[in-house]
Structures are given as C-alpha cells and as structure tokens.
C-alpha cells in the first residue's frame, strides 16, 4: 500500500513560484506519480505526471511552460515546481500514485494523498 503526503502548499502572489513535495511510503516501485488539483465547485483535473525512470513528463495544456515535475526515487519525492503562478491556479493540489496504468485520468490512480492547499492573489 502506498501513502502519500504532500506539503509545500501556501498563499502567493500572481507571478509568484512554489515547490510541492509528495513523500510517498510504502512499495513505490514502477508506480507513475501524478498532480491533479480541483478548485472550489470544479472537479479534479490532471496537472502534470512522471514515470518511474523520471524519462517521461506530462504536463495539462493550461501549467506546460510554467510547471515542471520532477522524483527523487531514492528519497521517495515528488515534486512539482511551480512558476509564473496564475490566481486561476489557485486549488488543492494532491499527489497520486498509478501503478502501470495512464496518466492523465483520477480513475487510474491507486492512491492519493490528502491535499495541499494553493492560493494564488491577484
């Protein structure tokens, strides 16, 4: 079972940046790790995900060129990097874990955390 605990999450400035960590526990071998967030009223939607390896990135239309993800396998980290941020970005982030399914859909994750909560002022 895998468990997941994000942080880094907190109130910016439009143009500002944050770091979003996602420690991840237990058995984290070949698991794809994504981002998703879901604002007040909307559903969750994906943001960005990244393979085991680190290789392969994949980023929503609406964060590529600002957002970067990044895993440390060896610290069991996930991160996200978050730039140029938008008050349209402001959500609850979570971190998921998807074991050899896709990427970009909730339902093919296996786990996810429990948020962290982004808030970007105009």
């Known amino acids: 079972q895998v468990r997941l605990v994000e942080s880094g999450g907190g109130l910016v400035q439009a143009g500002g940046s944050l770091r979003l960590s996602c420690a991840a526990s237990g058995r984290t071998f070949s698991y794809t790790m994504g981002w998703f967030r879901q604002a007040p009223g909307k559903e969750r939607e994906f943001v960005a995900a990244i393979g085991w390896s680190g290789g392969s990135t994949y980023y929503a239309d609406s964060v590529k060129g600002r957002f970067t993800i990044s895993r440390d396998n060896a610290e069991n980290t996930v991160y996200l990097q978050m730039n140029s941020l938008k008050p349209e970005d402001t959500a609850v982030y979570y971190c998921?874990?998807?074991?050899?399914?896709?990427?970009?859909?909730?339902?093919?994750?296996?786990?996810w955390g429990q948020g962290t909560r982004v808030t970007v002022s105009s």
């Open positions: 998921g874990a998807s074991y050899l399914k896709g990427v970009s859909l909730k339902a093919e994750y296996d786990a």
